[in-house]
């Protein structure tokens, strides 16, 4: 999906925030999440290795919307996106990631 798609497919959505250090429960959780009809997850950075679960909940779950939040580091952006993320939430204003992956 690009921006355009991204920006209209949340629209009107309801994005679970998941914010859970241990990545077993945080994934649990998500697969809850997802088979209850929740599908668009925010997975933060307060997860450890949150760039894997990004990564594996992408490959379980190709129609579900997984962004990327508590991202407080250029690094930490790279990492969601090449790991699949499709939005990222940071207080953090990375410019040169923004136009090197055009978000």
Do not use: H, W
């Given at each position: 999906?690009?921006?355009?798609e991204?920006?209209?497919?949340?629209?009107?959505?309801?994005?679970?925030?998941?914010?859970?250090?241990?990545?077993?429960?945080?994934?649990l959780?998500?697969?809850?999440?997802?088979?209850?009809g929740?599908?668009?997850l925010?997975?933060?950075?307060?997860?450890?290795?949150?760039?894997?679960?990004?990564?594996?909940?992408?490959?379980?779950?190709?129609?579900a919307?997984?962004g990327?939040?508590?991202?407080?580091?250029?690094?930490?952006?790279?990492?969601?996106?090449?790991?699949g993320?499709?939005f990222?939430?940071?207080?953090?204003?990375c410019?040169?990631?923004?136009q090197?992956?055009?978000?």
């Amino acid at each position: 999906m690009n921006k355009i798609e991204i920006k209209e497919a949340l629209r009107g959505k309801l994005i679970a925030v998941v914010r859970q250090e241990n990545a077993e429960i945080a994934k649990l959780f998500c697969r809850t999440l997802i088979e209850s009809g929740i599908d668009v997850l925010e997975i933060t950075f307060s997860v450890d290795n949150a760039e894997k679960l990004i990564k594996e909940l992408r490959e379980e779950f190709p129609n579900a919307i997984i962004g990327a939040g508590t991202v407080l580091s250029e690094e930490q952006s790279k990492l969601a996106i090449e790991n699949g993320a499709q939005f990222i939430v940071s207080r953090e204003r990375c410019r040169n990631l923004i136009q090197a992956y055009n978000v």
